[in-house]
C-alpha cells in the first residue's frame, strides 16, 4: 500500500510562509501520479487547493491561492511540494496530500490515495 506523508506544517502569522511536503514510499507510483494539495477547516468540506500532472507540465490552482501559493513536484525524491506565501487566517486548515493514476480534477473523491495531514494555523 502506497503510503504519503505530509510535513511543513506550522504555525505562522498573517503575511508569512512555509513549504509543505508530501513524500510518497513508492516512486514508480509516484512518477505516475496526478499530486494534488487539499485542505480542511473545522466544519468545513474538504477544498481543493492546488493539483499538478505527472510531468508538472499542467497545473491548477483554487482561486483562493492562485498567485499565493506554488505547487511543484521532484519526481526523483517522489516529494510534491506546496510553497504558500502571504499567508491569511483564513488558509488556516489541515492540509492533505492526494494521489491519484489517472484523475485530474478538483473533487476529493476523485483521487484514491491520502496522506494523514499536517495542520497549518495562521494567526492574525
Known amino acids: 500500500q502506497v503510503q504519503l506523508v505530509e510535513s511543513g506544517g506550522g504555525l505562522v502569522q498573517t503575511g508569512g510562509s512555509l513549504r509543505l511536503s508530501c513524500a510518497a514510499s513508492?516512486?514508480?507510483?509516484?512518477?505516475?501520479?496526478?499530486m494534488a494539495w487539499f485542505r480542511q477547516a473545522p466544519g468545513t468540506e474538504r477544498e481543493f487547493v492546488a493539483r499538478i500532472s505527472m510531468t508538472g507540465d499542467r497545473i491548477a490552482y483554487a482561486d483562493s491561492v492562485k498567485g499565493r501559493f506554488t505547487i511543484s513536484r521532484d519526481n526523483a525524491k517522489n516529494t510534491v511540494y506546496l510553497q504558500m506565501n502571504s499567508l491569511k487566517p483564513e488558509d488556516t486548515a489541515v492540509y492533505y496530500c492526494a494521489a491519484d493514476l489517472s484523475y485530474f480534477g478538483s473533487a476529493w473523491t476523485g483521487y484514491d490515495f491520502w496522506g494523514q495531514g499536517t495542520q497549518v494555523t495562521v494567526s492574525a
Open positions: 513508492d516512486h514508480t507510483f509516484f512518477s505516475r501520479s496526478v
